[in-house]
């Protein structure tokens, strides 16, 4: 069955507020940050919590189409175009897995330079002058179309001077309002020498834990079909593109919302209808499948699958200890 986006045609935004629910009990762990822990502040509706950022869910959203167990594509996303990284033969990384995707230092660093230099020449005519937005999503969506929903930022500066960049068309968050925090804690026994040196692993650890409650988690998922069809890449782009991060919405809330050890997270509706435009209803997954088959078929002659080859030694950083060392040789 297709899906109907004539119902999208005047909305500028799709937005959704999607209720969650812990799968047992009430607690959940939420994300955190170096230096800060857990999010907390101040809202119309009292005190609230950041459980799952952005950046994180961006990563979450990405992973829908792609199979760890096979390193490909899902079944409903072949044919998309991306790139796929291959050192000495096997499966190293891809664009649709790399943290900054298309500007993944395997793909643009190597000492192999072939897809660097097609690269540079599908965007030659950006080197100077104002960006040509269409002709950067163009090649964009030749070489991976994930980079016109996820963002990218081309930050080389043999790549038009490293000015070319796309903001996130589709963005998600989830939230907790009217939250509570639940205190409790644990030890890491050690048996055979409850006493010993801790510093080095040994002894009984006691330790505190906080966990949360709350009365909403919510998922916010913001689609911006302004900057989609902004992009001026004609109506069956347009098409595929809008109905590839509706798949990607639909895959996320159908799958396993388990963030960490203690944050596994169910939807509440059967049902899912935006907030904005009024009345549109989430497809089924089902659905949605068949029309990304349908959408990336109409596509095919523009979608690249591109293979790269990075042979280059895998260098380690240099470790906190080295570095300590260096410096008290020096002085």
């Known amino acids: 069955m297709s899906i109907n986006l004539a119902t999208l045609t005047n909305a500028r935004r799709v937005l959704f507020n999607i209720p969650l629910k812990p799968v047992q009990g009430e607690r959940f762990q939420p994300t955190g940050f170096p230096s800060l822990g857990?999010?907390?502040?101040?809202?119309?509706?009292?005190?609230?919590?950041?459980?799952?950022?952005?950046?994180?869910?961006?990563?979450?959203?990405?992973?829908?189409?792609?199979?760890?167990?096979?390193?490909?594509?899902?079944?409903?996303?072949?044919?998309?175009?991306?790139?796929?990284?291959?050192?000495?033969?096997?499966?190293?990384?891809?664009?649709?897995?790399?943290?900054?995707?298309?500007?993944?230092?395997?793909?643009?660093?190597?000492?192999?330079?072939?897809?660097?230099?097609?690269?540079?020449?599908?965007?030659?005519?950006?080197?100077?002058?104002?960006?040509?937005?269409?002709?950067?999503?163009?090649?964009?969506?030749?070489?991976?179309?994930?980079?016109?929903i996820h963002g990218v930022f081309l930050a080389k500066k043999d790549l038009a001077g490293g000015r070319l960049r796309i903001a996130r068309a589709l963005s998600a968050f989830i939230e907790a309002d009217g939250i509570e925090v639940a205190a409790s804690g644990g030890v890491k026994n050690d048996s055979v020498n409850p006493s010993g040196d801790t510093k080095s692993g040994f002894g009984n650890v006691p330790f505190s834990r906080d966990e949360y409650t709350a009365s909403a988690i919510t998922l916010y998922v913001n689609l911006d079909l302004d900057q989609i069809r902004g992009y001026g890449l004609g109506v069956k782009p347009t098409n595929l593109l809008i109905t590839l991060a509706l798949f990607k919405v639909r895959a996320l809330v159908a799958g396993a919302l388990r963030l960490r050890t203690a944050c596994d997270l169910a939807v509440l509706p059967d049902t899912i209808t935006a907030a904005k435009p009024e009345g549109f209803t989430l497809p089924s997954l089902a659905d949605l499948d068949a029309a990304l088959k349908a959408a990336i078929a109409e596509n095919k002659t523009a979608l690249k699958q591109t293979v790269v080859q990075y042979n280059d030694d895998l260098k380690h950083g240099k470790a906190e200890d080295d570095v300590e060392a260096e410096t008290a040789d020096e002085a």
Not at 40 to 55: H, W
Not at 61 to 70: F, K, N, R, Y
Not at 90 to 97: A, D, G, K, V
Request: a neutral charge; charged letters at 20%; glycine letters at 6%.
């Open 38 to 148: 857990a999010a907390t502040y101040q809202t119309r509706n009292g005190a609230a919590l950041l459980v799952e950022s952005a950046q994180s869910m961006a990563n979450r959203l990405e992973a829908t189409i792609w199979d760890e167990a096979s390193q490909n594509l899902v079944p409903a996303a072949q044919g998309l175009s991306y790139i796929r990284v291959e050192r000495k033969g096997h499966y190293l990384t891809s664009s649709i897995t790399e943290a900054h995707r298309i500007n993944s230092p395997y793909l643009l660093e190597g000492k192999d330079k072939s897809f660097f230099n097609e690269l540079k020449a599908a965007l030659g005519g950006l080197a100077e002058g104002p960006i040509n937005r269409k002709a950067l999503a163009e090649t964009l969506f030749a070489y991976d179309a994930n980079t016109l």
